[in-house]
């Protein structure tokens, strides 16, 4: 896959110097040099410039990535100016990071609807989640066991779970189910919401736009989401 992380700080730098390691085309952008020369031989490449500039963004590939994650954290104005910037450039993809309420409130307001907060969100595991296709979240037991939430996938649409029969399969458990439902904002912007159904049960129904959590070694999840 092809990432643009927009903004070399200690998250963007980590991010994309893990993109990097596992195998992934990354382009990283900074408006200091100094960051872009130290990090030039940990990320497959490093530019200079300045995003909240469009002109100096259009030069950018950015309709040519999978995902654009802006990771400005030292100015929220910046960020906020980038992200919407890469909006305007039409990427495929837009990661924001919000360190504030009120910034988070402007970035659902602008439409950008996958957020990061990296006070509660490693480098290392919004690197997993963007690469595992289907991951929503995950939640690390240990090196080798994680508690997931995936999208149900296609093939299972419709069945219930004893027919799905996953466990047999791919040695994991589904541990409950989530319906994903929509609703409006105070400011009229229309943001996703959950409600856990419960407990998974062997007569549970997997729904084509529910959220599964499921429990196994990490190796057999990524084996079932492929």
């Known amino acids: 896959m092809n990432f643009l992380v927009v903004g070399l700080g200690n998250f963007g730098a980590a991010l994309a110097i893990r993109l990097t390691q596992l195998g992934h085309e990354v382009i990283g952008v900074d408006s200091s040099m100094s960051k872009v020369e130290m990090l030039k031989n940990d990320i497959t490449h490093t530019i200079c410039a300045n995003c909240t500039d469009i002109h100096s963004a259009k030069e950018l590939p950015v309709k040519n990535t999978d995902a ?19 909006k305007q450039l039409n990427a495929n993809r837009i990661i924001g990071r919000a360190v504030s309420d009120t910034q988070e409130t402007v970035l659902h307001a602008m439409g950008i609807k996958e957020i990061v907060h990296p006070e509660q969100d490693s480098a290392e595991k919004l690197a997993k989640n963007l690469t595992t296709e289907g991951l929503i979240d995950s939640f690390e037991l240990s090196d080798e066991y994680s508690i997931v939430k995936a999208d149900v996938p296609e093939r299972y649409a419709g069945m219930t779970l004893r027919e799905s029969d996953i466990r047999t399969d791919y040695n994991i458990t589904v541990l409950a189910m989530i319906s994903k439902s929509y609703k409006r904002n105070f400011l009229g912007i229309k943001q996703s919401s959950v409600e856990v159904k419960g407990i998974a049960k062997a007569d549970t129904i997997l729904g084509k736009d529910e959220i599964m959590v499921i429990f196994g070694n990490v190796k057999d999840i990524e084996k079932f989401l492929e």
């Not at 954290?73 to 910037?85: D, K, Q, R, Y």
Request: hydrophobic share 55%; glycine share 10%.
């Open 68 to 86: 654009v994650i802006v990771s400005i954290g030292e100015h929220e104005g910046n960020s906020i100016m980038a992200t919407a910037i890469m």
